[in-house]
């Protein structure tokens, strides 16, 4: 059979492959269908086409044609290759046509001078070696390794290791790599590749690449299982170190030869990927690496920092264009800019790594050429300037450290933010020197010292050394002002707080630092002030919020109506992360005086313009962006701050300003109750409004307009995340305006009789986890706040409606919420609520199909959620509620069997995910008592071995000297070896002793959980409480050890 005849089908394949390509909506679906149709019916034809117009023999089809053909194969494999695919349907591809195609893919690979084509290639190869290795394609590997010998052929070594690379990305596996030898004849292969003089820098940089892959296994946890594998990996290093640092020193002779007055950027490219590998080797392997090594790597990076400090200058600081600089560009790397940036992003990288163990004055030549190539690194680029003066959003994420990229000056931060004490001293005082030894710097270079001060002031090592730091200030002051570019004024000002906090204790920061706060907002709050200025003092301002926290007093009052106004001059334009810092800003600013940031009534002070009151101006940036979770958070928080610990008056009037547009949302949504990221926001701010209530308690007319618009919300919507939050709303009505609910009316309806039909949809069986998570929260508040009017038959509805909600819950979390109900009712009166349960509630076990009463039902999910509750309150609620079920004693309790230890899997078989879940874990069976003891040690073990405050308190003189003079004084841990594991009388007799010298019998939920479990069981111990006699002689040795040593020492 000729697989390279063309037919009517490979016509037909192409036409629909054309098609799929299209512009047209119309042409392109139906291309879309057609072809996936001829592939169902014949997917040998289909496939074969395919390979063949990818190959394109004749050369005479355009290459995103080809790419296409290759991409459509991709998706063909998993459907019509294998029964090794878990999305295949058949019928599948002809075995004979199987070998061509594999074949035919790995010419292509090898090849093609199209970089698309060998990567699309590479991907199918991937795809069928998936199903096919090493059984049906057991040549693969050998293949890929004869094609990158030929070091003649440098296409033929790039398509190999991009092969190879994609391929060691998914298929190869550990046992493969370690115990099959396919990572000693990888790394071999490799080795050899970097070490031929004869390859040219794009493929070696091809063949780095893959063994950065390498290097990720070389460092992961399977590394160092075996002391065989350990001993290969430290040989390995040692040899692979050599390697590269020659491999680095050639690349730069060949990149600086004086022969060549052309820079290629696949050169610098290439060293910026070695550096990459040298920097895993001095992070991942400091110990292995020699010293030798280490300063000659040193050499090598100040080598190259000196010539491509210059070259990036150029071109990204000044814009000398490409070719006055013959800077030589390729297909794939064709932005000079981001070439010379990667590069020294990696050589700084590599700096920060190895600076711990070499510093940089060891050779003291270098030390003024490595600050000065430092300097040239570190100015702004000229298209970033042109961008932050373009839009001052840019800036913000740029200086707030929230761009995802990494920039060389972040690199430099790091750097010097984690220099070595000697060197970080010695650069700090000769920046100083530089910057002060002229006067007229240009505002890059100036601005440039400041950023490079700023970086060393992060610094944690101390800058042991008499800086003038008073003139030092008066200097950086001489930056601020209207007259020089934004960006100077900007970075001093961003600077400073950083300057305050490395020479706090050497410096009156109550004076300086306020001072110097309150100028600046002065000077940031005047008209001409630009908006980058601007937004840098408000960036500034969260610094000095953590320097001045614990003084916030010092700041004159004025500052904080200035610091205002600066948030409100640049809202408008404020987008994505600036709103974030508006609103850290605002937070402070609050902060600074509570009571008079109630007084604001209009910010602008303008009488021309509109009012905005604080509350105001968090509501309109908050709004801005309503779909933004961060911003959310960060809104709930200033808003929080605001109405924390207010009076009335100032409530009322904040409601005043805020509610209106929150009631009108819940208008606009009363039709539509879909959900919409304003109408969240706004159900988040109003929980937190209604929280916020003084006295616990929500005015009447508050309660007239929200609890109407609320519950027709509640009950008209099947949003989940409207309803989570509308919950938490409902919550906070009912808790904090139970009083109103009573005399409520709306027509015909009572305000109780609302509440209990928003009660019973929070508990329906349809509702799903996430939109019920708040029910148990909403229950527990209706039967704290309403038990007398409800009457027993409503509550014991509501608690059967509770129990039924709580079997069919999935999700952790809303489960959790719940278990409270029941937690908090049996810490209320624990007889009554083990009464109703086991004589009220009777339904039928979904997963057994037997019926139970309700504590056969509740308390097993109690106890499995038991060790995953949150919240310390949660956690000690939950302990003394289970404990108070054990001391009981009641035999219906005893009587019950939950899930006890996990019983270990016996079979021969590898328990894959979907066996797993098909086979779930099986547990011993043990009765609920004792499980509650289980889970009770389980907890003291945890909280013993939790620090103790006490540990971090200096030591008293006293204390000491009678530790010294008792003999029997800190031998309690050789005591307790000396008892063992008492059996339980050896146990009553030590607490017994203990309890005559000790009268400590008062257990409450106000003390330590430590000390209240201790407490627990040493009352067990004495009183027998809940038969504990009985099942401690059913734990095992560590639980009764854990109990023995907590009981008796405590």
């Not at 200096?954 to 031998?971: H, K, L």
Request: glycine share 4%; aromatic share 8%.
């Amino acid at each position: 059979m000729s697989y390279f005849s063309p037919s009517i089908q490979d016509k037909i394949i192409l036409d629909l492959v054309v098609g799929q390509n299209s512009s047209d909506n119309n042409v392109r679906t139906g291309a879309e269908i057609q072809f996936n149709e001829f592939v169902s019916k014949d997917p040998s034809a289909a496939t074969h086409s395919l390979i063949r117009y990818a190959l394109d023999q004749e050369d005479n089809f355009p290459i995103d044609i080809r790419q296409s053909c290759l991409l459509h194969l991709k998706r063909c494999i998993p459907k019509y290759w294998s029964m090794g695919f878990r999305s295949f349907i058949g019928p599948p591809v002809q075995q004979e046509l199987k070998g061509f195609i594999r074949d035919q893919l790995l010419n292509l690979a090898i090849t093609s001078q199209h970089s698309k084509i060998r990567n699309g290639a590479a991907y199918v190869i991937v795809q069928i070696a998936a199903a096919d290795f090493p059984d049906e394609w057991p040549n693969l590997l050998q293949s890929l390794y004869e094609s990158t010998t030929n070091t003649h052929d440098q296409v033929a070594i790039v398509g190999g290791i991009t092969v190879l690379n994609d391929l060691f990305d998914d298929l190869i596996t550990e046992e493969q790599f370690w115990e099959g030898r396919v990572g000693s004849e990888l790394i071999n292969h490799v080795m050899e590749l970097l070490q031929n003089d004869e390859l040219a820098d794009e493929t070696k940089t091809h063949v780095v690449s893959l063994y950065q892959n390498i290097l990720k296994t070389l460092q992961s946890q399977e590394a160092f299982e075996t002391d065989s594998r350990k001993q290969a990996v430290a040989e390995h290093i040692g040899s692979a170190m050599e390697v590269f640092l020659r491999l680095l020193e050639r690349a730069q002779n060949t990149g600086n030869s004086a022969n060549s007055d052309k820079i290629h950027l696949t050169n610098l490219h290439f060293r910026g990927n070695i550096y990459k590998v040298l920097n895993e080797f001095v992070s991942s392997f400091n110990k292995k690496v020699k010293y030798e090594h280490k300063k000659w790597m040193m050499q090598l990076i100040m080598t190259d920092l000196n010539s491509v400090g210059y070259v990036y200058n150029n071109i990204a600081v000044i814009g000398a264009p490409k070719e006055q600089l013959n800077l030589i560009t390729t297909a794939d790397l064709v932005d000079p800019k981001s070439t010379t940036a990667f590069l020294l992003i990696e050589l700084v990288s590599a700096l920060t790594a190895l600076q711990h163990d070499i510093s940089i004055q060891e050779n003291s030549n270098a030390l003024d050429t490595f600050i000065n190539s430092l300097i040239l690194c570190s100015q702004l680029p000229k298209d970033t300037i042109e961008d932050y003066e373009i839009d001052f959003n840019t800036y913000v994420t740029i200086v707030s450290s929230l761009s995802a990229t990494m920039t060389v000056r972040d690199a430099i931060n790091e750097f010097l933010s984690e220099l070595n004490g000697k060197d970080v001293v010695e650069l700090a005082k000769r920046v100083i020197y530089d910057m002060n030894s002229n006067s007229k710097h240009s505002f890059l270079l100036a601005e440039c010292f400041l950023f490079i001060l700023e970086s060393i002031f992060m610094n944690e090592e101390d800058i042991e050394v008499d800086l003038p730091l008073v003139e030092l200030l008066n200097k950086f002051t001489t930056f601020i002002s209207y007259e020089y570019n934004q960006l100077l004024t900007s970075r001093c000002f961003l600077m400073l707080p950083k300057f305050f906090e490395k020479f706090e204790s050497k410096l009156q920061i109550e004076t300086f630092a306020a001072n110097t706060f309150s100028n600046m907002v002065k000077f940031a709050s005047e008209d001409t002030c630009g908006e980058l200025t601007k937004a840098s003092v408000l960036i500034s301002s969260t610094l000095y919020s953590n320097l001045l926290n614990r003084n916030i007093k010092v700041i004159d009052k004025t500052s904080q109506l200035a610091l205002l106004h600066i948030v409100l001059s640049i809202v408008e334009d404020s987008e994505e992360d600036t709103l974030a810092v508006l609103l850290e800003a605002i937070t402070f600013a609050i902060g600074i005086d509570k009571l008079e940031a109630q007084k604001i009534i209009s910010i602008s002070g303008n009488v021309d313009e509109e009012r905005v009151s604080v509350i105001d101006l968090i509501f309109k940036i908050s709004f801005k962006e309503p779909s933004d979770i961060q911003l959310t958070i960060d809104s709930n928080e200033c808003l929080k701050t605001l109405l924390e610990d207010i009076g009335i008056e100032d409530y009322l009037k904040n409601c005043e300003n805020s509610l209106p547009f929150i009631f009108k949302t819940l208008q606009d949504n009363a039709s539509n109750v879909d959900y919409s990221p304003t109408l969240s926001l706004a159900l988040e701010l109003l929980s937190i409004i209604l929280d916020s209530a003084p006295n616990s308690e929500i005015p009447e007319q508050i309660f007239q307009y929200t609890f109407p618009l609320t519950q027709s919300l509640l009950l008209a919507s099947s949003d989940d995340q409207i309803l989570q939050i509308g919950g938490q709303v409902f919550n906070n009505l009912i808790e904090k305006g139970h009083k109103w609910i009573v005399n409520y009316h709306d027509g015909n309806k009572s305000g109780m009789d609302i509440l209990l039909a928003v009660v019973s949809k929070f508990l329906s069986p349809e509702l799903s986890d996430s939109a019920a998570l708040f029910s148990g929260s909403i229950i527990l508040t209706v039967i704290e706040k309403f038990s007398s009017i409800l009457g027993n038959e409503f509550l014991s509805h509501i608690l059967e409606a509770t129990v039924k909600r709580l079997l069919i819950s999935k999700e952790v979390i809303t489960t959790e919420n719940l278990i409270t109900v029941f937690c908090n009712l049996v810490l209320s009166s624990p007889d009554d609520m083990i009464n109703f349960l086991a004589n009220n509630i009777r339904l039928v076990d979904s997963n057994t199909g037997i019926s139970k009463n309700g504590l056969e039902l509740v308390l097993p999910i109690w106890f499995s959620t038991f060790e995953i509750i949150r919240g310390y309150e949660h956690i000690k609620k939950n302990t003394l509620a289970i404990g108070k079920i054990f001391t009981l004693g009641d035999s219906r309790i005893e009587s019950i069997n939950v899930n006890g230890d996990i019983i270990p899997y016996a079979g021969d078989a590898i328990r894959t995910r979907s066996m797993q879940r098909e086979q779930p874990d099986q547990y011993t069976q043990i009765s609920a008592n004792l499980k509650i003891l289980k889970l009770l040690v389980g907890e003291l073990s945890f909280q013993h071995q939790q620090p103790d405050a006490k540990d971090y308190l200096p030591e008293n003189d006293d204390d000491v000297d009678e530790e010294v003079d008792g003999d029997d004084e800190g031998n309690d841990w050789e005591d307790m070896d000396d008892i063992g594991v008492p059996n339980f009388d050896k146990l009553k007799s030590y607490v017994d002793s203990d309890v005559e010298d000790e009268e400590h019998d008062d257990q409450n939920g106000n003390e330590d959980l430590k000390i209240i479990l201790s407490q627990f069981f040493k009352e067990c111990t004495t009183k027998n409480l809940g038969n504990f006699r009985k099942y401690y002689e059913l734990l095992d040795d560590q639980e009764k050890k854990v109990i023995s040593e907590n009981v008796i020492f405590s």
